[in-house]
């Protein structure tokens, strides 16, 4: 069955640097979306992305970060300027369409520590 | 705005018990609501979904969940807990309106031997 897959499963990073979650949504999937969940807390939206652009936004996500699908198969997330309270697990997240009943497959997460 | 809140953070049943985890939502409009379950090491994966279709709804793995309007609710049960169903669980809701999905803070179902 196909699945989202995400890379690394951790990232360690310092504080003020520079980080790339990487996700490899499913194949014939159109939207793409990335949430996170900061430790203890719930799973927040932070982006989807359709069509080479981005669809909406929360406002978690500031300045620092911007989404990217590089190829026809890669959507990454960029973090610039890390900070401490960037540690959290990160989900990346395709669905066939949009909105409403249809299903967004999540991957497994990567889990980013800012020291 | 929509939002989800689920009581209890853990919940303990023994294996054979009936498992009940409780979700209440806060809708403006029609909500389509869901149960996600994440294993250890694992990413979300949908236990089962409403679509308006049908308030009692079956999932995987022997769960369902009933849609209660009057009572804005939308608790996740099955009838006999396995030692399988340890894992945490998430409630969220959407409407038609957003393509986003808003996320409850999780129950971890524990299962006693």
């Known amino acids: 069955e196909p699945e989202v897959t995400q890379t690394p499963s951790h990232q360690v990073t310092q504080m003020g640097q520079e980080v790339i979650l990487r996700c490899v949504p499913i194949?014939?999937?159109?939207?793409f979306y990335w949430y996170r969940q900061i430790l203890g807390q719930k799973v927040e939206f932070l982006v989807s992305f359709y069509n080479n652009e981005i669809s909406e936004k929360s406002e978690i996500f500031d300045d620092r970060f911007s989404v990217e699908r590089p190829d026809g198969s890669n959507f990454t997330l960029k973090i610039r300027s890390t900070k401490l309270e960037d540690s959290a697990m990160y989900f990346c997240?395709?669905?066939?369409?949009?909105?409403?009943?249809?299903?967004?497959?999540f991957g497994p997460g990567t889990r980013l520590t800012v020291l | 705005a929509q939002s989800v809140t689920q009581l209890g953070s853990h919940v303990s049943v023994s294996e054979g018990a009936l498992v009940l985890l409780r979700c209440n939502y806060s809708s403006s409009v029609p909500p389509y609501l869901f149960w996600y379950v994440q294993y250890p090491n694992q990413g979300l994966q949908l236990l089962l979904k409403y679509t308006s279709a049908a308030t009692l709804v079956k999932g995987i793995n022997g769960f369902e969940a009933e849609f209660k309007k009057s009572e804005t609710s939308f608790h996740l049960t099955k009838p006999s807990a396995h030692m399988s169903d340890a894992a945490e669980y998430f409630c969220a809701v959407r409407t038609n309106r957003d393509d986003k999905i808003i996320f409850g803070k999780g129950t971890r179902l524990h299962i006693l031997p």
């Open positions: 997240a395709s669905s066939p369409r949009a909105g409403g009943t249809d299903t967004q497959y």
């Open positions: 194949s014939n999937h159109l939207y």
